[in-house]
C-alpha cells in the first residue's frame, strides 16, 4: 500500500520532469529517480490514476493540473494535527511538566530528546521536522535512522508529541502535559 509520502514524492518528481519530458514522464525515469522497484512503483502508479491525479499512457506518466483561474489565486494556511484515536487530547494548560515528572515512563533517550525538542521549540510548541530528526541524528544524541524513528513513534505513542502538518512542510508539535 503505497504512503502518501511516496504520492507526495512522485507528484514533486513528476513537475520537476514534465517540463523536459512534454509528452509524459516515462516510468523508467521515474523508476530510477524514486529508487523503488517495479512493483512498488506500479502499485504507486496505479493508486495514485485511480485518485485521479495522474494518467498513464504508453509507459508515460503525466500529471493532470488541478483547474484554478489565476485571478483567484490566494494561499490557505491549513495546520492538521496527525494523531491517533488512543493519544489523549491537549490539557489546556500552559504548564510543561519537566521530563522527571511525566506520567508516562521515559527512557533516558527520550528524556533527552524530550529536552531537545523542548530548546528547539517556537513559542507555539512546533518544531520543522527535518530540524528535530537533524538534531536528534547528528546533534549529541547521534542516532540512527531507525532509533529516530522509533523514538518519535514512541513520544507520539505515549501522548507526548504529535505530528502537523503546514504549508511550509512537516512539524512536530510538543503535547502540553
Do not use: C, F, W
Request: no cysteine; charged share 30%.
Amino acid at each position: 500500500m503505497p504512503t502518501p509520502h511516496q504520492e507526495v514524492l512522485v507528484l514533486n518528481t513528476l513537475k520537476y520532469y514534465q517540463a523536459e519530458y512534454k509528452e509524459g514522464v516515462p516510468l523508467s525515469i521515474l523508476k530510477l529517480d524514486l529508487d523503488l522497484n517495479d512493483d512498488q512503483l506500479h502499485e504507486l502508479i496505479h493508486t495514485m490514476k485511480s485518485k485521479g491525479t495522474i494518467t498513464l499512457a504508453s509507459g508515460k506518466v503525466n500529471l493532470i493540473e488541478a483547474e484554478s483561474s489565476e485571478e483567484s489565486v490566494e494561499e490557505i494556511t491549513v495546520e492538521v494535527e496527525i494523531s491517533s484515536p488512543e493519544t489523549p487530547e491537549k490539557k489546556e494548560s500552559s504548564e510543561i511538566l519537566p521530563a522527571e515528572e511525566l506520567p508516562v515512563e521515559l527512557s533516558e533517550t527520550e528524556r533527552a530528546s524530550l529536552e531537545l525538542i523542548r530548546s528547539l521549540a517556537d513559542e507555539s510548541g512546533a518544531v520543522s521536522r527535518h530540524i528535530l530528526e537533524g538534531h536528534l541524528l547528528y546533534g549529541d544524541l547521534k542516532l540512527s535512522n531507525l532509533r529516530v524513528y522509533n523514538l518519535l513513534n514512541s513520544l507520539q505513542n505515549k501522548g507526548l508529541l504529535t505530528r502537523i502538518q503546514r504549508t511550509d512542510g512537516s512539524y512536530y508539535r510538543l503535547l502540553e502535559i
